[in-house]
């Protein structure tokens, strides 16, 4: 059998050759597919982990920009660093800066207390200031080489979620019971 046919004295292929008209610009970012929507979810969109579920029935269908504006805003009152020294008995003494911002001034307080925890320290630093809030569940996670945590929380006359980022443990609930603060007294 032949690859070749005769046409007027002449050879030809028989193989068929598909040539691109026009060449694709050759760039180094990848091909852009969809983009990457979990719209029951925004946490778990941008990091790979599902929000708690009272949270994730709240925050479903908002985007990540809404989300944390929603659930982590910055307070007129914020913990800004926490840090401790081990005493005995269990106890730790903390050491943290207070932030106030109230009509256009800022306040910073550096304040000292003893507590068994970061979370029971900065409870007790917020109810000295009359913010008493109340953690009804708690979850934390590290993602990369942050830890976000994630609480419930109310007082006398509401409920509400907050969340906060920080570096270690201490500072991710410290952010967090901030937001809380100041998403139920405003």
Same mark, same amino acid.
């Given at each position: 059998?032949?690859?070749?046919?005769?046409?007027? %004295? *002449?050879?030809?292929?028989?193989?068929?050759?598909?040539?691109?008209?026009?060449?694709?610009?050759?760039?180094?970012?990848?091909?852009?597919?969809?983009?990457?929507?979990?719209? +029951? +979810?925004?946490?778990?969109?941008?990091?790979?982990?599902?929000?708690?579920?009272?949270?994730? /029935?709240?925050?479903?269908?908002?985007?990540?920009?809404?989300? *944390?504006?929603?659930?982590?805003?910055?307070?007129?009152?914020?913990?800004?660093?926490? /840090?401790?020294?081990?005493?005995?008995?269990?106890?730790?003494?903390? =050491?943290?800066?207070?932030?106030?911002?109230?009509?256009?001034?800022?306040? *910073?307080?550096? *304040?000292?207390?003893?507590? #068994?925890?970061?979370?029971?320290?900065?409870?007790?630093?917020?109810? +000295?200031?009359?913010?008493?809030?109340?953690?009804?569940?708690?979850?934390?996670?590290?993602?990369?080489?942050?830890?976000? #945590?994630?609480?419930?929380?109310?007082? %006398?006359?509401?409920?509400?979620?907050?969340?906060?980022?920080?570096?270690?443990?201490?500072? =991710?609930?410290?952010?967090?019971?901030?937001?809380?603060?100041?998403?139920?007294?405003?």
């Amino acid at each position: 059998m032949s690859l070749y046919t005769f046409t007027q %004295n *002449t050879r030809r292929s028989t193989i068929i050759e598909f040539r691109r008209e026009e060449t694709r610009a050759h760039t180094m970012e990848p091909i852009q597919s969809e983009p990457r929507i979990y719209a +029951d +979810d925004p946490f778990r969109a941008r990091f790979g982990y599902q929000l708690p579920r009272g949270l994730r /029935e709240e925050a479903r269908g908002m985007e990540w920009r809404t989300f *944390t504006n929603a659930y982590a805003p910055i307070g007129n009152l914020r913990i800004s660093s926490l /840090e401790s020294e081990t005493r005995r008995g269990g106890m730790f003494y903390y =050491s943290a800066t207070m932030i106030a911002n109230q009509q256009g001034q800022r306040t *910073t307080t550096e *304040t000292q207390i003893a507590a #068994t925890g970061p979370v029971s320290a900065c409870t007790n630093l917020l109810a +000295d200031a009359g913010r008493r809030v109340e953690i009804l569940e708690f979850h934390q996670f590290e993602i990369f080489e942050a830890t976000v #945590t994630f609480i419930y929380t109310c007082n %006398n006359v509401s409920r509400t979620w907050a969340m906060g980022f920080g570096g270690n443990a201490e500072q =991710s609930a410290a952010a967090a019971l901030s937001s809380a603060a100041h998403l139920l007294y405003g």
